[in-house]
């Protein structure tokens, strides 16, 4: 049977990944890519190559891939793509937990935007960067920029982009100890989700509601919604969120004394965290298991593992994690009855 001509697969390739079937997306945009004639269709196989590579937890050749594009997209003086281009080369960064780099490409990408007067590329960036902000630590910034990135979305009636913002706000709220208000951003986006078929938004709300039930203790509840939105992250093949959902279940494990439940999780998250360069994941991963390994009476091992832990949230800028590995440290020195703790 001959190939499919490129522009055909590259079509078929977009109706699948909007269905969020991403794995069997990826091998036609990359035969479509192969076969590309022209530089138009060369540049939006690289960025929707690059954007599911992206969403699938491929980070390093994201990166790789997006940087083709700005290239390509610079040379043909096309701004909208080159500032896609640099938003991508960012949000990929930022998955690596190279949170500094990512602002810089994300501050690039915002400046053509606003020149161009691209509303809706204006809003996407103010919700990477709120994103990049949550990472750093900085709570606050990253609460008023997911804010001001909803009103454009709401503005330019843009009902995804309004979801991811919602999703955005109830995980800074929840890390800033807002528990309801987490859970009550969460089930807003939960709902929008369904409304538009929308599987990585169901998932995402879902585990996100999960944290949130968690952190309020309603531990029952809090399995539930974290074995939903495992299903859908196994639909769509996404390693990154996938191995936080496993985190967020081993906590609400560690809570209930199901040590051996916690650790089978946090062994398959490390090594998804570690197949997708997921810096941060592996902060949290060590975080998870020292208390674990604590909780077994082996205490000079879960000291090691915090301190790991340490290292790598000082090496990467990891704000907030840092002050839960002091928070840790503080529990060990003073005893048992300290552990576990329930880490937002």
Same mark, same amino acid.
């Given at each position: 049977?001959?190939?499919? $001509? $490129?522009?055909?697969?590259?079509?078929? &390739?977009?109706?699948? %990944?909007? @269905? #969020? +079937? =991403?794995?069997e997306a990826l091998t036609l945009y990359e035969r479509a890519l192969e076969g590309a004639d022209t530089d138009e269709l060369r540049l939006n196989c690289l960025l929707s190559l690059a954007d599911t590579l992206r969403l699938t937890g491929d980070f390093k050749r994201a990166f790789r891939t997006y940087l083709r594009a700005v290239r390509l #997209?610079? +040379?043909?003086?096309?701004?909208?793509?080159?500032?896609? #281009?640099?938003?991508?080369? *960012?949000? #990929?960064?930022?998955?690596?937990? %190279?949170?500094? $780099? &990512?602002?810089?490409f994300f501050h690039s990408a915002l400046g053509v935007y606003e020149d161009t007067g691209d509303l809706q590329g204006v809003a996407f960036t103010l919700w990477a960067e709120a994103g990049t902000y949550r990472i750093k630590g900085e709570l606050r910034e990253a609460? %008023?920029? =997911?804010?001001q990135a909803k009103k454009l979305f709401e503005k330019i009636g843009d009902k995804r982009g309004i979801g991811y913002c919602l999703t955005g706000l109830g995980g800074s709220l929840r890390v800033s100890r807002r528990y309801r208000d987490s859970l009550h951003h969460y089930t807003m986006a939960n709902t929008l989700f369904r409304t538009l078929r929308d599987t990585f938004g169901l998932a995402y709300s879902y585990c996100g509601m999960a944290n949130a039930l968690r952190?309020?203790? @309603? =531990?029952?509840? &809090?399995?539930? !919604? =974290? @074995?939903?939105?495992? +299903?859908? !992250?196994?639909?769509? *093949?996404?390693?990154t969120s !996938? &191995? !936080?959902t496993l985190w967020g279940e081993a906590m609400v494990y560690l809570q209930l004394g199901r040590l051996d439940d916690a650790e089978k999780d946090l062994l398959v998250a490390k090594t998804l965290? +570690?197949?997708?360069?997921?810096e941060r994941g592996m902060v949290y991963y060590l975080l998870a298991i020292s208390q674990v390994e604590y909780l077994r009476g082996r205490e000079k091992r879960a000291l090691r593992l915090l301190q790991g832990a340490q290292k790598r949230a000082d090496t990467f800028g990891f704000g907030i994690e840092r002050a839960y590995v002091e928070a840790l440290f503080r529990s060990m020195h003073k005893g048992a @009855?300290?552990?576990?703790?329930?880490? $937002?």
């Open positions: 049977m001959a190939e499919k $001509p $490129p522009l055909t697969l590259f079509k078929e &390739a977009e109706r699948l %990944r909007l @269905r #969020s +079937r =991403f794995k #997209s610079e +040379r043909l003086l096309l701004e909208a793509e080159y500032a896609d #281009s640099l938003t991508g080369c *960012g949000l #990929s960064l930022r998955a690596l937990g %190279r949170w500094h $780099p &990512a602002l810089e609460i %008023r920029r =997911f804010r952190m309020m203790k @309603r =531990f029952k509840d &809090a399995l539930r !919604y =974290f @074995r939903l939105a495992t +299903r859908n !992250y196994k639909k769509i *093949g996404d390693k !996938y &191995a !936080y965290f +570690r197949e997708t360069g997921d @009855r300290e552990i576990p703790l329930n880490l $937002p």
